[in-house]
């Protein structure tokens, strides 16, 4: 049970003035977004005379987990004495005691909302729907009845084709809130965590600051490459793996990382190769022992059947510190001759193709790799490197490792 919300909510978390459809909530992971959502769906329920609603989530799971059970969700915002709505599982439908009904559905599904109708919706993180655009336009043609219907879409921002429409849409009204206006509801342990690792960076605008950003010109890798890059989990077995290295020239606290990261592919007969970014164990300051220890552990803990490295720096040198740190897997030494850029080329390539995915997030790499090419990039691209390496090395099939040398 919660204090009246109108005492306690930012301006940002109130629905805005005027006569709006839509209102899109724009705001940092922690920002209060959901909260916001929930209490502009409880209000409307209870106070506002809407008696059917639409709770659209990225799955089935996150509307209950996150919509409706959730620390901020329907079911825990309400006031002292207030009986919450009961969750009708097998139905999929959260009940009011005044007889309002709200209806869950998945955006992995638009179809699920041909046929109902409704006379609000509350869509929560629809910059991660998979069918965003589809499942949107589905949505507007269930809002059909009841004197005034209306939308609140909550959701941490990625410049895809879904928010950027919604942004210039004369409809639908935009707010903005940072993952720090909500201080006071934080944790201190993770705000530390994610202002020093992400402050600065085009993610940290994005995660934390809410912020709508745009491809950087002249980039290699675009937004929407990495976002339908992204897989949650890998295939149990692989064809190859590779664990690529970029060593430094040098080491200490004003060096260059080492670029460390790990790639596996999947060849099926007949089916287009697929490869998939395992690690990036990229390190910063460590000795040549340490970075070659670390990339030792690295191809261990993945099952690298081969590492493979850069040998401008170094040469044979760069062999024999990783076989003192224990590498028990054939080492190719690859010599870069072309400049780093025509190096990534074919690489952003297989990307726009869609053949390479990302078991995860990876932040500092994909920093790199979002800015890499454009006019004014800074710094040494190191962890971009090492995947430059590794997905050139592992389209190579296992047993040609002569040829790889002349690749570059």
């Not at 870069?336 to 074919?346: D, H, N, S, V, Y």
């Not at 800074?378 to 047993?399: E, F, K, Q």
């Amino acid at each position: 049970m919660t204090l009246s919300w109108a005492l306690t909510a930012r301006r940002a978390q109130m629905p805005p003035a005027g006569d709006w459809r839509a209102w899109l909530l724009l705001g940092g992971r922690g920002a209060g977004k959901t909260r916001a959502g929930a209490e502009w769906i409880r209000f409307a329920a209870l106070h506002g005379g809407y008696q059917r609603i639409a709770l659209v989530a990225p799955t089935l799971g996150d509307a209950r987990e996150v919509m409706i059970e959730g620390v901020s969700g329907l079911r825990a915002i309400g006031r002292n004495g207030e009986t919450p709505p009961a969750y009708e599982v097998s139905r999929r439908r959260l009940v009011w005691p005044n007889g309002a009904e709200a209806y869950v559905f998945s955006a992995e599904d638009p179809d699920s909302l041909r046929g109902p109708q409704f006379d609000a919706a509350w869509c929560d993180e629809l910059a991660a729907w998979h069918y965003g655009l589809n499942v949107w336009d589905m949505l507007q043609m269930t809002l059909r009845i009841g004197p005034n219907p209306r939308i609140v879409a909550t959701t941490t921002p990625r410049p895809i084709p879904l928010i950027r429409q919604l942004v210039k849409d004369p409809s639908v009204t935009v707010t903005k809130s940072k993952t720090d206006d909500n201080l006071a509801h934080l944790s201190p342990v993770f705000l530390e965590h994610v202002t020093s690792k992400y402050a600065g960076t085009r993610i940290g605008l994005q995660e934390l600051n809410g912020e709508l950003l745009d491809d950087a010109d002249g980039a290699l890798w675009r937004q929407v490459d990495l976002d339908r890059a992204r897989v949650s989990s890998a295939p149990e077995r692989f064809s190859d793996v590779i664990v690529a290295v970029d060593p430094p020239a040098s080491f200490g606290a004003d060096a260059d990382a080492c670029g460390i990261v790990a790639v596996g592919t999947v060849r099926a007969p007949g089916l287009r190769e697929e490869i998939y970014v395992l690690d990036d164990a990229s390190v910063q300051g460590l000795t040549p022992t340490g970075w070659a220890s670390r990339c030792v552990s690295t191809a261990k803990a993945v099952g690298a059947r081969r590492i493979v490295a850069e040998s401008n720096q170094g040469g044979e040198m760069v062999r024999a510190v990783l076989a003192t740190a224990g590498a028990d897997v054939p080492v190719i030494l690859m010599h870069a001759q072309l400049p780093k850029l025509m190096r990534a080329g074919p690489v952003a390539a297989r990307y726009q193709q869609g053949d390479v995915k990302h078991v995860g997030v990876f932040p500092a790499l994909e920093e790199e790799m979002m800015t890499f090419g454009a006019p004014g990039f800074r710094g040494s691209p190191d962890r971009l490197d090492a995947l430059v390496w590794a997905i050139t090395a592992i389209m190579i099939p296992p047993g040609a490792e002569p040829s790889v040398r002349s690749l570059d």
